[in-house]
């Protein structure tokens, strides 16, 4: 009698740049940033199914990306190679991916980024390719700036291009996010002569023993991407503005979703429930542990 493969779900946790700052553009063309990547208690839901046909079947309705392009399928293939060079055990490895897709695209809250991380992790155990979180992590960093914090599950202070990590804790809070109905492009935001890349850079003595409570947030909150956005994309800023009558509010990442913490669940929902129509929204707590890391761990005590 044959065994059924075993599937493995997890949830890909959405992000919030709770600040960001542009300190200058490297000789690469790159820039470098300081921020804090606050992890959230939502996401994507990514199945993952062993096969050993060697291909990698996605199914991700609603979303129409060759998979050339598409982060999931890439970082597929990446952990595949590199577990061939490790250990030869992914010869014949596939898998079959299906994905619940709930956040938002083009929000600047990592959804994109956080499937491919959650991919890496899910495929090393399942592929049992035994590549230990720094080499996650590398891997990730080929995929974009934002995989490796997904991979290494914490809520974290970030330099670099996004890359250098240092684990943090913030103080719990209730957030809840908006998406006006516009599209942000990076791209167009890092090339524009327009931002701002002289921003000041933080200390790490700055972190308090690496733990960031509300008064550190309100000191270092803003985004420098913030003032660009909201002047070729109106929306963002109605946005924002409406969102601020309630409690401060930002924008996240290179946008479009702006934010707001609250003390409570119900106040964030009661604000959620008046938005304006053809915003979405939705409510998430704050978490410095990444719920895939958790699942996995329940996972791995399963098997």
């Known amino acids: 009698m044959?065994?059924?493969?075993?599937?493995?779900?997890?949830?890909?946790?959405?992000?919030?740049?709770?600040?960001?700052r542009i300190l200058g553009r490297r000789e690469d063309g790159?820039?470098?940033?300081?921020?804090?990547?606050?992890?959230?208690?939502?996401?994507?839901?990514?199945?993952?199914?062993?096969t050993h046909d060697g291909q990698i079947h996605l199914h991700c309705p609603g979303v129409d990306v060759p998979p050339e392009q598409n982060l999931i399928v890439r970082a597929a293939r990446l952990i595949r190679e590199a577990a061939l060079r490790k250990n030869n055990r992914s010869q014949n490895a596939g898998v079959k991916i299906s994905v619940d897709k709930v956040l938002p695209a083009g929000g600047g809250i990592g959804g994109g980024s956080s499937d491919a991380a959650t991919t890496l992790l899910a495929l090393n155990q399942l592929w049992q390719c035994e590549l230990n979180l720094d080499a996650l992590a590398e891997l990730g960093r080929q995929l974009g700036a934002d995989v490796p914090v997904f991979v290494r599950g914490t809520s974290a202070f970030a330099e670099g291009v996004g890359e250098k990590l240092t684990a943090v804790s913030i103080e719990p809070r209730w957030y809840l996010i908006l998406k006006p109905a516009c599209h942000v492009s990076t791209a167009a935001l890092f090339s524009n002569p327009r931002l701002t890349r002289d921003s000041a850079a933080i200390t790490l003595a700055a972190?308090?023993?690496?733990?960031?409570?509300?008064?550190?947030?309100?000191?270092?909150?803003?985004?420098?991407?913030q003032p660009l956005v909201e002047d070729l994309y109106p929306e963002v800023r109605e946005a924002?503005?409406?969102?601020?009558?309630?409690?401060?509010?930002?924008?996240?990442?290179?946008?479009a979703c702006v934010f707001a913490g609250f003390e409570s669940e119900t106040a964030a929902r009661e604000v959620l429930?008046?938005?304006?129509?053809?915003?979405?929204?939705?409510?998430?707590?704050?978490?410095?542990?990444?719920?895939?890391?958790r699942q996995l761990a329940n996972f791995a005590a399963t098997v």
């Open 207 to 225: 972190l308090r023993d690496r733990q960031l409570n509300s008064d550190w947030l309100n000191q270092y909150a803003g985004n420098d991407f």
């Open 240 to 255: 924002r503005e409406w969102l601020a009558q309630y409690a401060d509010a930002f924008l996240t990442g290179t946008g």
């Open 273 to 293: 429930a008046a938005r304006p129509d053809g915003w979405e929204g939705f409510v998430a707590k704050g978490a410095d542990e990444s719920l895939t890391h």
């Open 2 to 20: 044959n065994t059924p493969p075993v599937t493995l779900t997890l949830t890909a946790p959405a992000k919030l740049n709770l600040m960001l």
């Open 30 to 50: 790159y820039h470098e940033l300081q921020t804090v990547f606050q992890l959230l208690d939502v996401g994507d839901t990514l199945s993952f199914t062993p």
